[in-house]
């Protein structure tokens, strides 16, 4: 019996140390293949720098066509996300409301510009809505710019919209009854205490579709945008050269996409109350 209790904790600290060389084990070879991964795009991104990209070429293009299609899609860029994230609050409000038609109507909207292509959303708009005009009789002049920015908040609003319902609905349902039972209406609780909330759970990911819009901006040289894919293609398309213009393109992205991704960062920080207590 004595022998017993006495090989316990030798088995005890055996299975430990297993565990733990396990753990140490899977943390280098995560590091290897890190340090792997990392080392080879390196290589990569400085054998394209030093020899793909033609430094003249480049001076080149940067100004105006890529100075002005990158200001293309900022200004695209911004108007969307401001129009997709208001619209979008309305499409979530519409998806909790307690009206079935409303509901409905809102789930049928998400339904529709979540299960078909942004890119056969643009065609319609661009080429459709004009076609409903006599030739030559519709009124908008540069319909590109419109077009682009109607078919991008109509899309992600779907989208935003969804995170605000899971938003909502991550808030306690407590929440709404004390705000009932302290005298507020139902739209006051909503816009006073559940929507507040609700903005919190849903940041990240109304942040990450924000994102997304940035990159789905690629989409518009299809209705006639002139934007950073319809750059890189005029310049190819001349020079010949498609590492010039892909290196020029990529930076425009990351000017947008990287700020972005620190914004929503700090928004995220700043609506966490547990962030706010330690600043």
């Known amino acids: 019996m004595a022998e017993s209790y006495s090989d316990t904790p030798t088995t005890t600290d055996e299975s430990t140390r297993n565990r733990l060389l396990n753990d140490e084990t899977l943390r280098r070879i995560g590091v290897a293949i890190a340090g792997l991964f990392t080392l080879a795009v390196g290589v990569f991104l400085a054998y394209i720098v030093f020899f793909r990209v033609d430094p003249a070429l480049l001076v080149q293009v940067v100004y105006p066509q890529f100075t002005d299609a990158f200001l293309t899609v900022l200004r695209v860029v911004v108007i969307g996300s401001v129009c997709s994230v208001a619209a979008g609050v309305v499409v979530g409000l519409g998806r909790v409301s307690r009206t079935r038609f409303t509901r409905t109507v809102a789930t049928g909207y998400i339904e529709f510009f979540r ?8 065609i319609v708009i ?6 409903l005009w006599p030739p030559g009789e519709f009124p908008i002049g540069n319909f590109a710019f419109v077009a682009a920015v109607i078919g991008l908040t109509l899309n992600h609003a779907a989208y935003i919209g969804e995170a605000i319902r899971g938003g909502i609905e991550a808030v306690p349902s407590g929440q709404m009854e004390a705000a009932r039972s302290l005298g507020l209406s139902y739209i006051q609780s909503m816009r006073e205490v559940v929507l507040p909330q609700a903005w919190r759970n849903a940041l990240a990911a109304i942040g990450n579709d924000q994102v997304i819009l940035v990159k789905d901006t690629s989409l518009l040289t299809v209705i006639a945008v002139p934007e950073l894919i319809s750059a890189f293609r005029d310049v190819n398309s001349t020079n010949f050269d498609p590492w010039t213009p892909i290196v020029l393109v990529a930076i425009a992205y990351l000017m947008i996409t990287i700020p972005l991704g620190k914004i929503v960062s700090y928004l995220e920080r700043r609506a966490d109350p547990a962030g706010r207590s330690e600043s």
């Open 115 to 122: 299960g078909t292509p942004l890119l056969f959303q643009l």
């Open 126 to 131: 661009f080429f459709g809505i004009p076609a």
